[in-house]
């Protein structure tokens, strides 16, 4: 396999990381902790394992909405942008080796959610649960998920990196 490839192909480790530990946890909440019910607790209550579904969204948007509207706006529509980014991911070559594996980490944790939208009727499995002390009018952060810690971080890794990267642009042509 030729180099460039090989560096392009090679982030897509952390996909398959992030997908198996996703689903690896998902699994052993599934099995140890009953539904809508805490498992375990650390700090008091500042930090608990959870088991919770998300028929919906980021913060339960339009968890009630019916179950054809979810399956078309959460799942498919997910999968074609999904589908979109790698094909750019492949064609530009103006991304980092370091955006390139943020890329891939937030796929990685776009496909973890994506099994579950496809294959649990009750929606995405949520379980970690973090007091948040009122802070924004709440007391506990929105449960979530690895995939969820990976969309996020890597999402905000790579957001940094393209401000710094625009800004040593323009540092570079004064």
Sequence with gaps: MEKKLRLRVLPFS?????????????????QTVRPWSVGFELFGDFFRIVRVYNPGIAFS????????????LFGLVPLAVIAIVVVVYFKTNELSNFQRWC??????????NLLDRFFRPEGVLDFLDVKFFGLFGMERWPTFNVADSSVVICGI????SLILSVKNEKDEGK
């Design 14 to 30: 952390l996909t398959l990381i992030v997908i198996a530990l996703d689903q690896l946890s998902k699994l052993i909440v599934s």
């Design 61 to 72: 948007i339009g968890g009630s909405w019916s179950h054809d509207v979810r399956g078309l």
């Design 103 to 112: 890329v891939a980490g937030i796929i990685g944790g776009g496909l973890g």
């Design 157 to 160: 890794l790579l957001v940094v």
